[in-house]
């Protein structure tokens, strides 16, 4: 029969008091470490409760972050149960960044409790709601940490492109080594975990050189026992020579005895598991029972009692290969308790193989045969779980992006609804202004000059009255006749620019038609300097260079003024304006007359 065996582990990037997880779980919450809490990372001192305030309701953020201590140290069911609590509230207030936090948080939980397809689940909708809140650093907190439930379940390719697109996200948090550090650390479990040894090598080698960068001691022992791990199996796997595996082991062993020293006993459990991993198949029996010895003891002061059963596992199968037979089947029966409490199919598989090894052993035949069924039948139910659990991931994701895929078909619709509602008004605003400025010069139109002109009429001081101004472009005729009608429009033209030039921004100017101008002066200017302005116009348009326009070419425009007197409509005043321009004409025209 085969020997129980199980994947490499390693640490995650786990704060203090963090639980120790068994094979399936490895290397998951403490890309959230430190994550949710407003400042640098800092060594969590204090055990978390599971007690609210004693008065009134406890602020979102912090139940948020009580929920996460609460998991991160151990009292996983009571942290998943109150983040379970929470959402309600998270969703209500429609925070995506609370709602990524308590998805993110209940995604930890349900690892812990080995209910991948729920982790997978929350996992998916966690990374969309940190996606929607723009927060890049725990987006990519949660798609590290993802990849690596991912890559457990077998899901290689899924777990790969989940970690590329992560490590395109990268270059936003170039300034945040620590976060950097936390990424690279899950990257090398993701890669360990697809027996991508290199891979692992290189993450973590990038771990050691971005811990130089920061003052935080948990995080340098994680990166530094990674390192070390991987590197001690990958040589025992690749069958160096017994020396380099010793020496491996021996500088393995040191950061181990210092991490007893220094109470880390959470991150001692899982190294030192597979550090007595490799001095068993060396065959040096007494070191492996040392190592398994300081994990129980490691797993004890840390009080996590059920991820005990990995280690008993270990015992029995050193004692068993020893020979001692009596100690094996109480390190089996010990083991097969705190399986069955923890509920992991995979060790409680490993478990009920060891066992069926050990009945062998004393020529139990038939209770041999009895426990390698139950190997059998729990490996069995293993393998569909993990199947229901890449169902549940698939449909998760597939819902995920069609959520996505449905707000962004709203985002567009909105987007194109905007851009018609714009067009719309663009074209409104240009029917307005095609209705009220002549389209030639630019300048108001008749229907503008007689809207604004009674406005103009308001403004003035009180017994000045408005004065008003025709203007008609000499042999404007002849200038079509001789040079085209082309030409004469780029003099209408022409003509608007100097009379805008030389007027004032409140004067109104208009083109009343053909070659007639009409301008209403604004508030303040009497007809003596109304004259004057009118004069300084004609000056202008006489001396213009016309003849860069066309060879002799010459304009002159003639202009007639009026008062609007006490009691005589606008159309009263243009007309008496109008005769003023006339007396222009037959006096010689380019000139400024006023009517009397």
């Not at 998805?103 to 966690?126: D, F, N, P, R």
């Not at 899982?270 to 040096?284: K, R, T, Y």
């Not at 009220?436 to 229907?447: S, V, Y």
């Not at 009118?534 to 348009?541: E, T």
Request: with cysteine; net charge neutral; charged share 25%.
């Amino acid at each position: 029969m085969p020997s129980p065996r199980r994947r490499a582990r390693v640490a995650p990037t786990e704060a203090e008091h963090a639980p120790v997880r068994s094979p399936g779980e490895l290397g998951f919450a403490q890309i959230v470490g430190a994550a949710y809490l407003p400042s640098a990372p800092k060594r969590v001192r204090k055990r978390p409760t599971a007690a609210p305030p004693e008065t009134g309701e406890e602020p979102l953020a912090d139940a948020l972050e009580r929920a996460l201590l609460m998991v991160r140290g151990g009292q996983v069911e009571a942290g998943l149960a109150l983040s379970q609590k929470l959402w309600p509230r998270a969703a209500q207030a429609d925070d995506a960044l609370q709602m990524g936090i308590c998805q993110h948080v209940m995604a930890i939980g349900y690892h812990y409790s080995g209910k991948l397809k729920e982790a997978l689940t929350t996992g998916h909708v966690g990374i969309e709601l940190f996606a929607r809140a723009g927060d890049t650093t725990r987006r990519l907190r949660l798609m590290s940490l993802h990849a690596i439930t991912l890559a457990q379940l077998g899901q290689a390719a899924e777990a790969m492109e989940l970690l590329g697109r992560a490590v395109e996200l990268l270059p936003q948090i170039d300034g945040e080594p620590w976060q950097q550090c936390v990424f690279w650390n899950n990257a090398g479990s993701v890669y360990e975990t697809l027996n991508q040894t290199p891979e692992a090598l290189a993450a973590w080698e990038r771990c050691i050189a971005l811990s130089a960068h920061f003052d935080e001691p948990s995080m340098k022992a994680i990166s530094r026992g990674n390192l070390l791990t991987i590197r001690l199996t990958s040589l025992h796997r690749e069958k160096a020579d017994r020396e380099t595996v010793l020496a491996a082991y021996a500088e393995q062993r040191r950061h181990l005895d210092a991490l007893v020293q220094e109470e880390r006993h959470h991150l001692v459990m899982n190294w030192a598991a597979e550090a007595a991993d490799v001095m068993i198949q060396l065959g040096e029996m007494e070191e492996a029972r040392a190592l398994l010895h300081m994990g129980l003891k490691c797993g004890a002061a840390a009080g996590l009692g059920p991820k005990r059963a990995s280690l008993e596992l270990q015992f029995a199968h050193v004692e068993r290969l020893s020979g001692q037979l009596r100690p094996a089947a109480a390190h089996v029966a010990e083991a097969l308790a705190l399986a069955n409490e923890s509920q992991d199919l995979e060790l409680l598989a490993r478990v009920h193989l060891e066992n069926s090894l050990l009945q062998e052993a004393q020529s139990h035949w038939r209770a041999a045969l009895d426990c390698y069924k139950r190997y059998a039948q729990t490996r069995e139910a293993l393998l569909a779980a993990q199947a229901e659990a890449r169902s549940q991931a698939l449909a998760a994701r597939v819902d995920v992006e069609r959520n996505r895929v449905d707000a962004e078909l709203a985002r567009l619709r909105s987007a194109e609804l905007q851009r018609q509602v714009e067009h719309l008004a663009r074209q409104a605003g240009e029917l307005k202004r095609q209705a009220l400025e002549d389209p030639l010069t630019g300048l108001a139109n008749r229907r503008q000059f007689e809207r604004r002109i009674d406005q103009l009429r308001g403004e003035g001081p009180p017994g000045q009255p408005l004065v008003l101004m025709i203007g008609d472009i000499d042999h404007f005729k002849r200038i079509n006749d001789r040079y085209s009608h082309t030409q004469g429009d780029e003099v209408l033209r022409t003509i608007g620019r100097l009379m805008r030039d030389h007027l004032r921004p409140h004067d109104v100017v208009a083109r009343w038609g053909g070659e007639e101008f009409v301008v209403g002066f604004g508030a303040g200017l009497t007809l003596a300097q109304a004259l004057t302005v009118a004069d300084r116009l004609r000056g202008a348009i006489e001396r213009h260079a016309w003849a860069s326009m066309a060879p002799a070419l010459s304009v002159t425009m003639s202009l007639g003024l009026a008062e609007c007197r006490v009691g005589d409509t606008i159309a009263d005043t243009l007309q008496r304006a109008d005769e003023a321009l006339y007396e222009c004409k037959r006096g010689g025209r380019n000139q400024v007359r006023a009517a009397p």
